[in-house]
């Protein structure tokens, strides 16, 4: 294989790349930067196009230690049985048998999910585990102990490597009866839900809200996620759902052609694992996402009407800001919907089509009780293959100044307990307030 210093290993993007990453970068010496950059192309021949995954690391003496293997042993690391004849690293990519006591899949996942540097000891621990040797990387001078480095050094070898998120919040934005426009109906309508994208983007900007989305186009609409793994972000997210589709709500009302989508929305939380495709011949500086996650929003939309808005069933840990320190709160559907209803407010004052808005409410369906409070109504629904799936049907009512209101989601009443479309549906008693 060609050295890290020959032409194949020339990328012409990782000086950008060192700039995404930390603003830090700027402020390096050049040997310090040319270091990293020497790092990197290291790494990527470690990759080997995508034939390998990088695990973890450790600084080990003017260099890094690293395990690597190959992307097939990935899953069977995960999945092979106890005691049986399991995949083990020979050094160099390579791939022998060896009878072994297998890892737990939880043990696996918390290697894709923490963080990636360890102690020495702790890296060869595990390289003991799972039956890989060590592989070190000599570099030009030893590694700066400054965090900011070892931070960069951190997502250089997540980007070539699966990580693993136990609960991230995804929005799905499916068009209605895509398959059926014509191509340039397709291309318009894409087009108008990536502006509705992008403008809901900029309006919570506006308002100083911290976000930092990613999409993935799912043919004929789009995954939404927030990089950021906090209550907070996710709430900000669930925001930004409604947003997008009260922006698509306008442009359908001045609509005169088939340009403009109908839409149907999902919000769920959930696992995942994140990874960087290969664009040419590096990965992208921009992740993807599959997992539990997306095969639920997946399913889920099967079974959703044009303009409704279903929120999947889950229970959930998130990082919570507690003060000037973060814990973890375990929140399900409803606490989280009546979370983020509470924490709308910092919506007002946004324009939609040139009218501030003055009020929005957002929350769960359900039948009316004698006190004029509602319930909220969990729906059961099941999938192509047979497996049931609890869902909310959520609605959001937006109030502009000197304009008609912005009417999101569809009614409980149309979402009976007859619905063709659900197997059957129960009320909840804790009420919820709109």
Request: charged share 20%.
């Amino acid at each position: 294989m060609d050295s890290p210093d020959s032409g194949i290993f020339k990328l012409a993007s990782v000086g950008g790349y060192l700039d995404a990453l930390s603003s830090i970068t700027r402020e390096m010496t050049l040997v310090e930067r040319s270091n990293l950059i020497f790092l990197d192309k290291c790494l990527h021949q470690q990759w080997g196009l995508g034939q390998n995954v990088l695990l973890n690391w450790c600084s080990q003496g003017s260099g890094i230690a690293l395990l690597v293997v190959p992307h097939y042993a990935v899953a069977d690391f995960a999945t092979a049985p106890d005691a049986e004849a399991r995949p083990v690293g020979a050094g160099n990519g390579g791939y022998t048998e060896a009878p072994r006591t297998r890892p737990s899949e939880d043990f696996f996942k918390s290697l894709l999910s923490g963080r990636r540097r360890l102690e020495p000891d702790q890296l060869a621990k595990v390289a003991r585990l799972l039956g890989i040797e060590m592989t070190h990387l000599a570099l030009r001078q030893p590694l700066s102990d400054h965090p900011a480095q070892q931070a960069i050094v951190e997502k250089m070898v997540k980007r070539y490597s699966i990580t693993y998120v136990p609960s991230r919040a995804v929005v799905l934005f499916d068009i209605v009866g895509f398959s059926l426009l014509t191509p340039f109906e397709q291309m318009t309508q894409l087009n108008s839900l990536s502006y509705s994208l992008n403008s809901a983007q900029h309006k919570l900007s506006s308002k100083r809200i911290g976000i930092d989305f990613a999409r993935s186009t799912t043919g004929d609409g789009f995954y939404i996620w927030n990089r950021d793994l906090t209550l907070e972000a996710n709430v900000n997210l669930f925001h930004f759902m409604q947003l997008v589709l009260a922006d698509n709500a306008i442009a359908q009302s001045k609509a005169r052609q088939n340009t403009v989508p109908r839409l149907r929305a999902c919000f769920h939380v959930g696992g995942s694992y994140e990874f960087h495709q290969a664009e040419g011949l590096n990965p992208t500086l921009y992740n993807y996402i599959v997992g539990d996650v997306t095969v639920a929003l997946a399913r889920i939309i099967e079974r959703t009407r044009p303009g409704q808005i279903l929120v999947g069933e889950f229970a959930a840990q998130m990082l919570a800001s507690d003060g000037d320190s973060m814990s973890q709160a375990t929140l399900d559907s409803l606490d989280f919907v009546e979370r983020a209803a509470r924490s709308i407010a910092q919506l007002a004052g946004i324009e939609l089509s040139g009218e501030r808005v003055e009020l929005i409410k957002c929350y769960l369906t359900g039948a009316r009780l004698e006190n004029g409070k509602y319930t909220v109504r969990r729906l059961i629904t099941r999938d192509k293959h047979g497996i049931a799936r609890g869902v909310y049907n959520a609605k959001a009512n937006i109030h502009r100044h000197n304009a008609a209101p912005i009417l999101l989601g569809i009614e409980d009443h149309v979402v009976g307990a007859d619905d063709s479309l659900h197997d059957r549906s129960e009320h909840l008693l804790r009420p919820a307030s709109i």
